[in-house]
RNA sequence: GCCGAUGUAGCUCAACUGGCAGAGCAGUCCCUUCGUAAGGGAAAGGUUGUCGGUUCAAUUCCGACCAUCGGCUCCA
């Protein structure tokens, strides 16, 4: 029996197998095994018939596909063999990816490579492979998507077409996800988005740019209140901070000269905008950006007087808009916008603090995600790159410390997390909580960050016990990461279909006919004077409609009234499909507020 | 930004190889006043993403641009 690894692995070499046969000057570049399938990066000859695309397209996978079962059903044996250097470079003279790969391995020592060859494939791999073509079931894979990959990675390299696969170990198993990734399209936030009206994203106003709807922006209230309270139980005071700071300020930050690809272009000010539109012309005398942060912000007003240690740690908390000019294709609904709204915190503290301050934000992260129903998420610990220290700001002391805390204190929080080099922000070390989307995709939500450069740049300071200056370490930190991004994936997480507490209409009060409206508009009214967020459909619709309606609104509490309600001062209370049966109005609000106390 | 695909009414989609752009839903009006997922009817709704080209004629063919989607890079 195979691993279902190899058999991705062998399947990503039929592939290029395959490829090789319809294309046959193709050079290639790498085949691995990936969840649930395969992929293969190939750069393919010019054709040379006039009006030939440059690439592949998805419209040329099946036969890539059907020449594949082909390949699978002639019963080729994968061969192993170890070769020398000298050898590998001959084989591969004409593949210069592979090539460039021989002289990377041999470059550390090794004398030698392996290579697997099937049928007139040869390729340079340390497998493992299947041993022949037959051990695979030639319906259980499927070629999906065509990209372009960057050879290794890096954008400064050429660009390759990359074919993706999925394969499993049975058809049974393909099939059945190919319909979870069908389901998962039906909640899928953008289109959710619209359907239930939380909000827009319109190319006039800007890409990139969130427009929030009545329900939109009732959701976010709703977040950002019970933000608020539990940010004060947990001891942090609010602060508010500008949208744009004088290019002095991005400067004395780094963001001028670390963060700049990331930055709106500055804002040129030396007059009016009348008196620029009437042509005057003057020196530019201001300059300011848009902020892509706040933490400079939370700094300046830190530094405004003279800290003392009895004042650490300062715990300030801010949602904050901030803008980053992200690259146009890098866009995507509401997980990656232009301008977001960060649930930002810094705390500032002596080093001795620091251990204990970053255990109550691991605490809080937790407690914020479990609140919102989020149960699963990947930790990263994101480290230094330690071989490209100049994208780095700080010292090499500065970052082993933060490293080595960060990772204690994700180790003492029984966190599973994994380590990342290189992808720690340019200011310091941070521990990464992602949530996948419905795509399987992963998000960065809740973040926490050290960083000890901006205490450097800005020379912060405050006066210890022995009454000497000292440096405090500040701990930046944000729980949802960004209002869009988390309210993105809050959607796909429940379909649409909140948590009462969170839903932005908690109830529809449906009369059935005309004669019943009036009773429906005291219920609710009721319903209003107790804080439940209530709607009413007075529309000339039958009841089963009015009903079909609420339920594609995914409102949690459909409240039916008619004659007999009217009687017995009652509503009939239908939650989500499912008959609660007729209920006093009171004994209603009363299960409604139960829900939102609990959170659920 | 790069590779590939897509763009028709508010939404979901039609329109064979170029020949007056259609339907359902939503919205409006009229009838109906209804008991747990769509009651009936009418009128209305469009510079086919934008600009240019080929043609007697372009939603359809060609080009450029814009936007969106799937990836890459990047990222809260």
Partial sequence: MNNIETIRHSLSHIMAMAVKNLYPNTKFGIGPAIDNGFYYDFDLPRQSFEGAKAGLSIDDLPKIEKEMQAIIKSNIDFIKKEIFQDEAEKLFANQPYKLELVKELTSTGKTGVTIYTSGDFTDLCAGPHIENTKEINPLSFKLTKVAGAYWKGDEKNKMLTRIYGL??????ELTDYLKILEEAEKRDHRKLGRELDLFLIDPTVGMGLAMWQPKGAMLWRIMEDFWYQEHLKNGYELVRTPHIGSRKLWETSGHWGFYNESMYPPLEVSQTLKEAQEGKKSEIKEEYLLKPMNCPFHVSIYNSKPRSYRDLPIRWAECGTVYRYEKSGELSGLTRVRGFTQDDAHIICAKTQVKDELKRVADFIIFILNTFGFKEFNVYLSLRDPNNKEKYAGNDEGWEFTQKVLEEVAK???????KEEGEAAFYGPKLDYKIKDCLGREWQCSTLQ???????????????????KERPFVLHRALFGSFE?????????????????????????????????????????????????????????TIGKKIRESEMQKIPYILVVGDKEIKANSVAVRSRNEDLGVMTTEKFIDTIKQKVETKK
Avoid: C
């Fill in 485 to 541: 991004r988390f309210i993105g994936v809050l959607i796909e997480h429940y379909a649409g279909s909140f948590p009462v507490w969170l839903s932005p209409t908690q109830a529809i009060v449906l009369p059935i006919g005309e004669s019943h409206q009036t009773y429906g508009q005291e219920v609710l009214k009721t319903l209003k004077q107790n804080n439940i967020r209530a709607q009413i459909n007075l529309n000339n619709d």
């Fill in 167 to 172: 394969a499993f170990a049975t058809e049974t």
């Fill in 450 to 468: 050290f960083d000890f450069n901006l205490p450097e740049r800005f020379d912060m300071t405050f006066i210890n016990q022995k009454g000497e």
């Fill in 412 to 418: 003492e929080q029984g966190l599973n997390y994994k």
